[in-house]
């Protein structure tokens, strides 16, 4: 089935550090790209959508220049938090899907910032 | 008012038990649903469609009505491995295919 691997899985940081998290797909052409987070307790929230080639489109509230969204190739999306304070600190999680397809998640990555 | 919503729980039942869990959304443009099981600190796995006819999967059954904008989860014969917790899911579609997240409800099966 379709895979989707996220790096890294888990990051602990200083506060005002900038922090990069990739999302591969692995065996299927990510036309789109989404990037959610995830508070304890509370739903996944959509933070942007990212197609191939272009800019991503952010979600309400959500700081466009403070997370970064690169989405250069079919395959590889990367969200950057740049200067990370501890409210931050998260779980993100990306998801992938071809033209026609469902969203594939990858495994997330646990974000702490001290 | 929150797009979708949930009970969240928790539910702590028995092995064998019979478990149900409901869902609500708000935007009656919505044009699919899902559940998806979230165990602790991983990501949201796909369990199950959902349909207006219904949807069964062994001891999963999935039912939505449309008219009250309502989704169900069925389980029977719970299991051990059961205990996670359920997030109902909808997709706005239009081509977008934005996904919608409750909160989730969370299930603890004890032996």
């Known amino acids: 089935g379709a895979v989707v691997s996220q790096h890294p899985s888990r990051v602990i940081c200083k506060s005002g550090t900038s922090v990069k998290i990739e999302c591969r797909s692995l065996d299927f052409q990510a036309t789109t790209m989404f990037w959610y987070r995830q508070f304890p307790k509370q739903s996944l929230m959509l933070m942007a959508t990212?197609?191939?080639?272009?800019?991503?489109?952010?979600e309400q509230g959500v700081e466009k220049d403070k997370f970064l969204i690169n989405h250069a190739s079919l395959t590889l999306s990367t969200l950057t938090v740049t200067s990370a304070h501890p409210e931050d600190s998260s779980f993100y999680i990306c998801s992938a899907r071809d033209l026609r397809g469902p969203q594939h998640f990858g495994d997330g990555t646990r974000l702490s910032i001290l | 008012r929150k797009e979708v919503e949930q009970d969240p729980g928790p539910f702590n039942v028995p092995e064998g038990a019979t478990v149900a869990f409901n869902c609500t959304y708000s935007n009656s443009a919505s044009q699919s649903f899902f559940w998806y099981r979230q165990d602790c600190r991983k990501e949201p796995k796909l369990l199950m469609s959902v349909y207006s006819s219904g949807n069964e999967d062994g001891r999963f059954t999935a039912q939505l009505n449309r008219a009250s904008q309502y989704i169900s989860l069925l389980i029977r014969d719970s299991k051990l491995s059961d205990s996670a917790t359920y997030l109902c899911?909808?997709?706005?579609?239009?081509?977008?295919?934005?996904?919608?997240f409750g909160a989730g409800t969370r299930l603890a099966v004890h032996p």
């Open positions: 990212s197609n191939e080639g272009s800019k991503a489109t952010y």
């Open positions: 899911v909808v997709n706005l579609g239009g081509g977008y295919n934005k996904l919608i």
